[in-house]
T-cell receptor, first 117, second 115 residues
């Protein structure tokens, strides 16, 4: 099955710093790739996704590009804010046989990001 | 437009008791997924259900755990004879039927503590 490896945290940055959180995956075929964010005491929220090679997902200033050749989906943001402090999860997903849903998602272990003023 | 609703948010049980976790998917969603998050770890898939059917239960422990998603009412994750190792956050997610490339939407989770 798929596996996802994320950069170990925690990551501590000052406000307006550049952020990179590395994510690599192993999988057969071409899964879809996701970044989810989890704020304290809450569930996961989809941050962005990419469904095929060279796709770039983007949302709220965050970006990640589906790199098939390096099996990576690194998350970047040019200028972080205190409000970006959260846990970030990279994940793979595959359509089920009928093509109607992703079935199970496979998550990395999560990276804790703390941004100081 | 309510999201995925899970209850209770926190559940405390003593060893040997039963735990029932409920999940109401988003309106119009007929696919439900359960994940478990152990402390300091990522989410691990447990089971994927559609109305009245278990589609994939490859992540469910072989004993004590069961899940259902009846025609009417919420999805239920049931843990019998709980043990300390069952302490975790359990998340439910849902997605709509018959639509390609639709991501899963997550609830806020149930934090289960075993005394």
């Amino acid at each position: 099955g798929d596996s996802v490896t994320q950069m170990e945290g925690p990551v501590t940055l000052s406000e307006e710093a550049f952020l990179t959180i590395n994510c690599t995956y192993t999988a057969t075929g071409y899964p879809s790739l996701f970044w989810y964010v989890q704020y304290p005491g809450e569930g996961l929220q989809l941050l962005l996704k990419a469904t095929k090679a060279d796709d770039k997902g983007s949302n709220k200033g965050f970006e990640a590009t589906y790199r098939k050749e390096t099996t990576s989906f690194h998350l970047e943001k040019g200028s972080v804010q205190v409000s970006d402090s959260a846990v970030y999860f990279c994940a793979t997903g595959r359509h089920n046989a009928g093509g109607t849903s992703y079935g199970k998602l496979t998550f990395g272990q999560g990276t804790i990001l703390t941004v100081h003023p | 437009n309510a999201g995925v609703m899970q209850n209770p948010r926190h559940l405390v049980r003593r060893r040997g008791q039963e735990a029932r976790l409920r999940c109401s998917p988003m309106k119009g969603h007929s696919h439900v997924y359960w994940y478990r998050q152990l402390p300091e770890e990522g989410l691990k898939f447990m089971v994927y259900l559609q109305k009245e059917n278990i589609i994939d239960e490859s992540g469910m422990p072989k004993e004590r755990f069961s899940a259902e998603f009846p025609k009417e009412g919420p999805s239920i994750l049931r843990i019998q004879q709980v043990v300390r190792g069952d302490s975790a956050a359990y998340f439910c997610a849902s997605s709509p039927p018959g639509t390609d490339n639709q991501p899963q939407h997550f609830g806020d989770g149930t934090r289960l503590s075993i005394l």
